[in-house]
């Protein structure tokens, strides 16, 4: 079971360029998330998704974008990237709303 | 939105010491989740409690939802080098829209073999 994969694991983006970070599982779960990391500041929601086709926005959305087209996959989208966006990105499923998030190894993001 | 504070921040201990961590809340969960996150990976479930009062064990790990269903602790009893990491907790509403996990800012384990 692969569980919650990201790619890439590493990248390092100029300001102003785009890029997406993958997230797929391959657990049938209907919830999935998105969060960043940064040290000593815990795990920020920025969007998540109850299913496909459906998003709303979580803590921080501001300078991302996301869609659901399947139940696996979760992209996230950065348009212009900015140094604040510096951060550890980590996606979760989970498979219904009361239960625990599995958690994918998270994608390290410098913008420079 | 809710806040969560978890403590310390960071613990330096020798092997075979017990830890204790807690987390409190100012408004009230129906589920408290416990992940650890070992470096460059994301965090793993160690503990989920759904109960007020609730106390569970996982090995060398036990788990308490407090009965205000305001706070939760994890203790880990007789630590190992393999112990290190930063500690989560979670807590959950699994009603309504608001069922999202709020997370704690960590707990910084270190352990001196």
């Known amino acids: 079971n692969a569980g919650v994969t990201q790619t890439p694991k590493f990248h390092i983006l100029k300001i102003g360029q785009s890029m997406t970070l993958q997230c797929t599982q391959d657990m049938n779960h209907n919830y999935m998330y998105w969060y960043r990391q940064d040290p000593g500041m815990g795990l920020k929601l920025i969007y998540y998704s109850v299913g496909a086709g459906i998003t709303d926005k979580g803590e921080v959305p501001n300078g991302y974008n996301v869609s659901r087209s399947t139940t696996e996959d979760f992209p996230l989208r950065l348009e212009l990237a900015a140094p604040s966006q510096t951060s550890v990105y980590f996606c979760a499923s989970s498979r219904d709303r009361g239960y625990g998030y599995t958690f994918g190894s998270g994608t390290r993001l410098t913008v420079v | 939105g809710q806040q969560l504070n978890q403590s310390p921040q960071s613990m330096f201990i020798q092997e075979g010491e017990d830890v204790s961590m807690n987390c409190t809340s100012s408004s009230i969960f129906n589920t408290w989740l416990w992940y650890k996150q070992d470096p460059g990976e994301g965090p793993v479930l160690l503990i989920a409690?759904?109960?007020?009062?609730e106390l569970t064990s996982n090995g060398r790990l036990t788990a308490q939802f407090g009965i205000t269903r305001k706070d939760s602790f994890l203790n880990i009893s007789a630590s190992i080098p393999s112990d290190v990491g930063i500690y989560f907790c979670a807590g959950q509403n699994s009603g309504g829209s608001n069922y999202k996990l709020t997370f704690g800012k960590g707990t910084l384990l270190t352990v001196n073999p």
């Open positions: 409690l759904y109960k007020a009062g």
